[in-house]
């Protein structure tokens, strides 16, 4: 068997997706992951529930379900700021996360349950580290492995 050798930006989304797994019981749709600078962007495509969705065409449970976000990344980014510090090798300075279902105008959830978690690392990384493999650790080919049988069909 071939030994797969994600690149930095796969092993944050995977990350990001387990984080958002663990918090809330759902695993987003699709993972985007964008450095530019200092700045490191993660989009989680469908990221809220059905039971969100509906709450959130309201203007009272869209405030409901942004409050609920919010407390909820502020309570537990930090680890999500760990995995990405270990697996780029840079600490994360600033971890903000906004949620505007109704709107989408400042984002962490769309009303299509699309989440947006935005990083600022403490300094930039150069191309060749963010296009290469980066942190190869156990614990990162451990999920790795995790999410390659549960989209393997049976």
Same mark, same amino acid.
């Given at each position: 068997?071939?030994?797969?050798?994600?690149?930095?930006?796969?092993?944050?989304?995977?990350?990001?997706?387990?984080?958002?797994?663990?918090?809330?019981?759902?695993?987003?749709?699709?993972?985007?992951?964008?450095?530019?600078?200092?700045?490191?962007?993660?989009?989680?495509?469908?990221?809220?529930?059905?039971?969100?969705?509906?709450?959130?065409?309201?203007?009272?449970?869209?405030?409901?379900?942004? &409050?609920?976000?919010?407390?909820?990344?502020?309570?537990?980014?930090?680890?999500?700021?760990?995995?990405?510090?270990?697996?780029?090798?840079?600490?994360?300075?600033?971890?903000?996360?906004?949620?505007?279902?109704?709107?989408?105008?400042?984002?962490?959830?769309?009303?299509?349950?699309?989440?947006?978690?935005?990083?600022?690392?403490?300094?930039?990384?150069?191309?060749?580290?963010?296009?290469?493999?980066?942190?190869?650790?156990?614990?990162?080919?451990?999920?790795?492995?995790?999410?390659?049988? &549960?989209?393997?069909?049976?």
């Amino acid at each position: 068997m071939d030994k797969l050798n994600p690149t930095m930006a796969q092993q944050v989304a995977l990350a990001a997706s387990t984080f958002q797994l663990q918090r809330t019981g759902h695993t987003p749709k699709a993972v985007t992951v964008v450095l530019s600078g200092e700045t490191l962007v993660i989009t989680l495509h469908g990221a809220l529930s059905p039971a969100e969705k509906a709450l959130a065409k309201s203007p009272e449970g869209a405030a409901q379900v942004q &409050e609920y976000h919010r407390q909820l990344f502020t309570n537990s980014a930090g680890t999500l700021r760990e995995d990405i510090k270990r697996i780029t090798g840079v600490e994360v300075r600033e971890a903000a996360a906004e949620v505007e279902p109704i709107t989408g105008t400042v984002v962490q959830v769309f009303k299509t349950g699309t989440m947006v978690q935005v990083f600022l690392l403490a300094h930039g990384l150069s191309d060749e580290s963010w296009n290469g493999t980066g942190s190869t650790d156990q614990e990162s080919e451990a999920l790795l492995k995790g999410l390659q049988q &549960e989209e393997s069909p049976s």
